[in-house]
C-alpha cells in the first residue's frame, strides 16, 4: 500500500475497502442497532453537546477517560466484531475498541483534533471505516499547514499510524451541499493506564 502521508506519520487511503452494498447494508443496520446519543464534554466548566451522535463499543478493559469521565465501552454485537476483523487482517494490527460516530447531515461535524489520548499510546495506529453518505475528512499539518481534503465515500478505510498524531489534527467541517448520513468507525487499541493519569 502506498501511503497518501508519510512525512510525521503516515496515512494510507483504501476506497473501497468494503463493496457498495456491503457498506450501505451495514450502514443502514448499524444506523438502528447502535446506541447513539449525543456525548457533552465540559470545557471551561461549560457543558457543550458534541454535533454529531457517537456510540462506543469493545473489550471490558478497553476504559478511556477524558473531560473527567471514565468511558466504560458496552460489549461489542457481532457485526462489529466482524468489521473489527477484517480491518485487523488488512493492517496486521489488533483494536479491542471502536468509537462510532454518526454524521446525520451537513451540519453534523467533528472539529479539529489528535487522537493523541495518553490511552492509545504513543504512536497509535487507527482504522477508520466510512458507511454512508461521503464527506470530507481534512488533514492539515500543524507547523507547515500542508493540508489534504480526502472524500472519506461509502465503504472506505483510512488509516493513521506512526507519528501522525503527533504532526498532524485532523476534521470533519460542516457541509453546505445536502450530504447523506455518514457513520465512521474508528478503531482504536486502548492501553491500560493509571488511575492517576
Ligand atoms: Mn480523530
Known amino acids: 500500500m ?15 475497502f468494503i463493496g457498495e ?10 444506523v438502528s442497532e447502535l446506541a447513539w446519543s449525543r456525548e457533552s464534554v465540559r470545557i471551561y466548566g461549560r457543558s457543550i453537546q458534541s454535533p454529531r451522535l457517537v456510540s462506543w463499543y469493545g473489550d ?21 466484531h466482524e468489521i473489527k476483523t477484517r ?6 494490527r489488533s483494536f479491542n475498541s471502536v468509537l462510532c ?3 446525520r447531515d451537513g451540519n453534523d ?19 477508520s471505516l466510512s458507511l454512508g453518505g461521503t464527506r470530507i475528512f481534512r488533514i492539515r499539518h500543524r507547523k507547515t499547514g ?6 472519506s465515500g461509502n465503504g472506505s478505510l483510512i488509516i493513521m499510524a506512526g507519528r501522525l ?4 489534527r485532523h476534521c470533519v467541517p460542516k457541509s453546505r451541499k445536502a450530504v447523506k448520513a455518514r457513520i465512521n468507525l474508528s478503531f482504536r487499541e486502548i492501553l491500560a493506564v493509571s488511575a492517576q493519569g
Open 21 to 30: 452494498q456491503e457498506a450501505l447494508q451495514w450502514h443502514e443496520r448499524l
Open 146 to 151: 500542508e493540508t489534504h481534503d480526502i472524500e
Open 87 to 92: 480491518i485487523e487482517n488488512c493492517t496486521g
Open 60 to 80: 471490558p478493559e478497553a476504559i478511556y477517560r477524558y473531560s473527567g469521565i471514565v468511558h466504560h465501552p458496552r460489549p461489542w454485537p457481532p457485526l462489529l
Open 101 to 103: 460516530n454518526l454524521y
Open 109 to 127: 461535524s467533528m472539529g479539529w483534533h489528535a487522537d493523541r489520548e495518553k490511552e492509545l499510546g504513543c504512536d497509535p495506529c487507527l482504522g
Open 2 to 16: 502506498i501511503p497518501l502521508i508519510e512525512n510525521d506519520g503516515l496515512l494510507y487511503v483504501v476506497p473501497h
Open 165 to 168: 498524531q503527533h504532526y498532524w
